[in-house]
């Protein structure tokens, strides 16, 4: 049977909680169900192909998940883009925001809020607006993109504009459901999908390694925790290793991994052009942390150079994404450094490119 617990602590939460009430840790779902090939829907071509390994019931969904698994080639180097920037809000988040927003409208709430900087926002308030109930989003007003503020609203979310929004939202979350991306263990149940999707795309193999921009996390423990699942299944042998890459304005998951620390240090942010990851606090800066080592995974950091020009050269070929998402193509020569050029890359890309232009 499924529960939620503490990370820090091993506390029962209830189940519409977002952090321990006792010890203020993150919390996980324990006893997912395991992972059983046999029992995915192979008719169903969204991440609810996976229902019976996601305890939650589906009551509505906008097809979310199934993304191409795309080979690229560039500089004569070669590797798999996951292009989930493809989800239907244009970003990652709508896995996670999809087993969030199913299981809450199971309890009647007729309002959630999230504090974002966009993407989130806007996957919340879309999927708020499918389940016909409210969204508010809490966005910081020095850094929300002005076009990612637009999305939030056409899909019919609030928009408060806060200079803390976190603090904000935390107060406002003592009254009114928190539907946190960044807390919530129900997230990060549906950003487990996208291993499975990877995995079954790969004829049942999985990458060497896997790189992902790293704010909260959401999407790398997502891979780390599928393919986890995989293992324990007798699926795949060996874990892929997982690499995290954030820019070097804000970077605690770089420095941490570098000094061998368990958790993030509190790091002093400079500016970024990768506004989807401004995060000096991960909430789940422990697990990230801990699924590097356990892979032998690296955690890299690039600057906003590098981000322009990466991004500019997967436009060329093709592939419209955020700069966010262009980190990890930023980050490629130091990821071959590691793995070597022979080794199978997955590089994650998370948003939609269309919302930064005019």
Known sequence: MTTIRCNACGEQASALAWRCTTCEGSLDLAGLPAFDPKLIQVDDYSLWRYAAMLPVQKRFSLGEGMTPLAPVELDGDSFLAKLDYLNPTGSYKDRGTTTLMNHIVGFDVPEVIDNSSGNAGASIAAYASLAGIRARIYVPSATAVESKKKLISLFGGAIVESRQPVADVYAAAQTVTYASHAWSPWFVLGQMTVAWETWEQMGGRAPDAVATPVGHGGLFLGFYRGFRALQEAGLIEAMPRMIAVQSSGVDPVVQAWEQGLESPPTVSASPSVADGILVDAPVRGPQILSALYQTEGCALRVDNESIRTAQRRMTGKGLIIEM???????????????????????????????????
Do not use: C, E, H, M
């Not at 262009?326 to 450094?337: D, E, G, N, Y």
């Not at 070597?340 to 994650?348: I, Q």
């Open 324 to 358: 966010t998402s262009a980190v990890v193509t930023a980050a490629l020569p130091q990821i071959r450094q590691r793995t070597g050029g022979d080794a199978t890359v997955v590089l994650a890309f998370t948003g939609n490119g269309l919302k930064n232009l005019a």
